[in-house]
């Protein structure tokens, strides 16, 4: 079983930039492939970005590519995603996810742990 906590979330400028972090406890962290989703008001929760257990292979939406970067340290049982040139669209609750996989899956039924989430908010 693997327990996720988020951190890194807050308030910026558009234009900024902010790190979330995703800390997981248990001693197989590095056989779950994990993600990080986010949510909006009144939305419904989307795929943001995605690396396989070993770091080796990335996914991401369109709308972050070029901008975010997820990686992981396998030693430290850790996931972030660092997120640069941030836009008022990006504000949501960002949720990191796992999944006992080898490559990371977009659509969220497909994670079996989550953690708690963490706000971004982004202003124009």
């Known amino acids: 079983q693997v327990q996720l906590v988020e951190s890194g979330g807050g308030s910026v400028q558009a234009g900024g930039s902010l790190k979330l972090t995703c800390a997981a406890s248990?001693?197989?962290?590095?056989?779950?492939?994990t993600a990080w989703f986010r949510q909006a008001p009144g939305k419904e929760r989307e795929f943001v970005a995605g690396?396989?257990?070993?770091?080796?292979?990335?996914v991401y939406a369109d709308s972050v590519k070029g901008r975010f970067i997820i990686s992981r340290d396998n030693a430290r049982n850790t996931v972030y995603l660092q997120m640069d040139s941030l836009k008022p669209e990006d504000t949501a609750v960002y949720s990191c996810?796992?999944?006992?996989?080898?490559?990371?899956?977009?659509?969220?039924?497909?994670?079996?742990?989550w953690g708690q989430g963490t706000q971004v908010t982004v202003s124009s």
């Open positions: 690396i396989s257990r070993s770091g080796g292979s990335t």
């Open positions: 248990g001693r197989s962290f590095s056989t779950y492939a």
């Open positions: 996810a796992a999944a006992f996989a080898i490559f990371a899956y977009t659509t969220d039924h497909q994670y079996s742990y």
